[in-house]
């Protein structure tokens, strides 16, 4: 009887006290987690070097200095130098601005490419639903570093074509996130109702099914772009991807490897800022699903 | 279990026979065909009338669905094609790299399943504990960090300041077994830390799930020690997802296995892949692109296999 009285209580109080919108909810539990506030601000720190890298960068990114070539730290070269005497901190301040792009323009275009056909998929079903499901189950056979070197065969290294590539491995992972979403959302009572008041199809699709998926299109968004900064480093570091003089962190590695007998800061240094970016990224995707997947709510 | 091999060996059919059409089809978005790739790389002088008999010679101007039926059945029988930059059959040239990079993935793939299903299942059993919080934050920053980068710091501290093992090099583990351990054993702890730290989160969080269910408790209140618990009755059912997980990995392998063994400089598959990259040496790519796909439906069937023995529920549905 009193657990019955204090829980009307409870939801009269919420129902009645507090119109706080559900994203500012959700956005106070998402900083719950101390360990959440530190992510975010290394990500925003690495936002913040990506724009401002022309203004702030000590040297300009190109300058090479042959006396003060594979220097360690000094108050000159706060990350030391590389083979070619360009200065490591200038190198990697650029280097955020194409990581920090190829990561984010990829999972857009994963996004833009996976979230329309899982919505078709799932919304119409049938034998459309059938094919593209078959297909993309050929496609994830491919291991993704394999597929996306072979595309970029295909159409050629560079900075957009990596992009492209990496984006294009990913489309199946949003395409079937959103096909499942679809399936569920389109038989909950909300798009009955819109269906039986006469609703057309992408009114259906795009008022009433999208905005219900959006959450988990968000948490993916931030896993894979760490998966993608990692990729885009991996093929560069390959030398497949985008090429030197560009400065992206994996072309920094690449060229510092050859020279790790020498010094070890320029395939070392670009390296720590790889994993920190990684890792925030995969601790705010796993805190987003935490706070907005219903299932695990009151998990902990 | 012989009905539930043989349907779920038919189900491969079909993605086997996708997964070979969009390899074939893939190269027909390169520009150019085989002789235009051929001609364009060797600067010979041909004219458009020798391109266009040479093209009806080989077959090149049949439709393309004629020419995947005929690629198809070629494959079937291992010929690959032929290598535009070595001259030489793909076969050839896969078969000496194939072994090298099987043994490599192999031995991972064990390393990583023994060392990330025993860490899991001593963290998954007392969570919460010393042990759990340890394991779940190393963990943690396994998923995150790059391995060709973990493989640069390897040799950094193991070959170059200890000197405890070569920084590359490749000996066969069938001639001489102790120095093939050497060679590999940074190539295999880099390329394995991914893998093992998302098999241990797996193997612990299904095993928190598991411990927490009746028959466990039925178990322990029956008075059956904790070891036989722990190995007889939580481990089948903890396994499932921890099977899945696996499987997964072949696919990581693979990937993984081209930046590792560049670090290494490893004579596998990975090296094959980017110096016929570089040198958009097709056939030996498609080739490549199509037996790693292989490997992984393979995988992923072995992990439906193995669902069935673990779970004979699963062998009747």
């Known amino acids: 009887m009193t657990s019955t009285i204090s829980r009307t209580q409870t939801g009269g109080h919420i129902g009645l006290g507090q119109t706080r919108p559900a994203w500012l909810t959700a956005i106070r539990r998402f900083y719950r987690d101390p360990k959440a506030v530190i992510a975010s601000a290394i990500l925003l720190t690495y936002l913040f070097i990506a724009v401002t890298a022309p203004v702030l960068a000590p040297h300009p990114v190109n300058e090479q200095d042959a006396y003060r070539s594979l220097q360690a730290p000094s108050w000159e070269h706060p990350l030391g130098t590389d083979r070619l005497g360009r200065d490591l901190l200038t190198r990697m301040m650029y280097g955020t601005r194409i990581s920090v792009s190829v990561g984010l323009i990829a999972v857009g275009i994963a996004a833009g490419i996976g979230v329309p056909l899982g919505l078709v998929a799932g919304f119409f079903g049938g034998w459309l639903d059938e094919i593209l499901m078959r297909v993309l189950d050929a496609w994830i056979a491919f291991p993704g ?11 050629g290294p560079g900075v957009v074509n990596v992009m492209i590539a990496i984006g294009l491995n ?24 819109a269906l039986a008041v006469g609703a057309s199809d992408p009114r259906l699709i795009f008022k009433h099914i999208l905005p219900n998926t959006i959450q988990p299109v968000i948490v993916q968004a931030s896993l894979l772009v760490g998966s993608a900064i990692l990729a885009e480093a991996g093929l560069s570091f390959l030398g497949i991807g985008i090429r030197p003089p560009e400065p992206t962190w994996g072309v920094t590695i690449q060229e510092g490897f050859d020279w790790i007998r020498q010094s070890p800061w320029p395939a070392v240094v670009p390296g720590v800022a790889l994993l920190l970016f990684v890792l925030s990224t995969n601790f705010i995707g796993d805190r987003l699903r935490d706070v907005l997947d219903p299932r695990l709510r009151g998990a902990r | 279990m012989w009905r539930f091999l043989v349907r779920r060996a038919v189900l491969t059919i079909p993605v086997l026979l996708l997964v070979s059409a969009i390899t074939f089809f893939g190269t027909l978005l390169l520009p150019g065909d085989d002789l235009t790739t051929f001609y364009g790389a060797e600067d010979v002088d041909v004219t458009a009338e020798q391109l266009a008999a040479l093209r009806h010679r080989y077959g090149l101007d049949r439709p393309a669905p004629i020419r995947y039926l005929d690629w198809l059945g070629d494959t079937l029988v291992g010929d ?27 031995i991972t793939l064990v390393a990583n399943v023994g060392v990330g299903v025993a860490l899991g299942i001593v963290a998954g059993t007392r969570p919460g504990g010393k042990f759990d919080v340890g394991a779940t934050f190393l963990a943690t920053w396994g998923v995150a960090t790059p391995n060709f980068w973990v493989a640069i710091l390897l040799i950094l501290l193991f070959s170059l300041k200890l000197g405890w093992f070569p920084a590359a090099g490749w000996v066969s583990p069938l001639e001489d077994p102790l120095e093939a351990a050497r060679h590999m054993a940074l190539p295999v702890f880099a390329l394995g830390l991914f893998g093992s730290a998302s098999i241990m989160r797996q193997t612990r969080s299904s095993f928190v799930e598991v411990m927490t ?61 980017v110096d016929a990259t570089v040198f958009r040496d097709y056939p030996v790519i498609q080739t490549i692109v199509l037996l790693s796909a292989v490997a992984i439906v393979a995988a992923n069937f072995l992990a439906d296999v193995l669902y069935a023995v673990i779970d004979p529920r699963i062998r009747y549905e």
């Open chain 1, 145 to 155: 570093l394999i597929l996306i070197i072979a595309l970029v065969t295909i159409i």
């Open chain 2, 80 to 106: 690959f094609g032929t290598s535009l930059r070595a001259k030489e059959p793909v076969a050839d040239l896969v078969r000496q790299k194939l072994g090298v990079t099987i043994w490599f993935a192999s």
């Open chain 2, 213 to 273: 269910q009746d028959y466990i408790r039925t178990a322990q209140a029956k008075g059956v020690n904790q070891r036989n618990v722990v190995l007889r009755h939580a481990m089948r059912n903890a396994m499932i997802p921890v099977v899945t997980v696996s499987a997964f990995q072949v696919a990581g392998l693979v990937s993984g296995s081209v930046l590792i063994e560049r670090v290494f400089a490893i004579p596998g598959i990975g090296r094959l892949a």
């Open chain 1, 170 to 193: 990913a489309v199946p992972v949003y395409a079937r996130l959103i096909r499942g979403q679809t399936l569920s959302v389109k038989e909950r009572d909300f798009v009955h109702a």
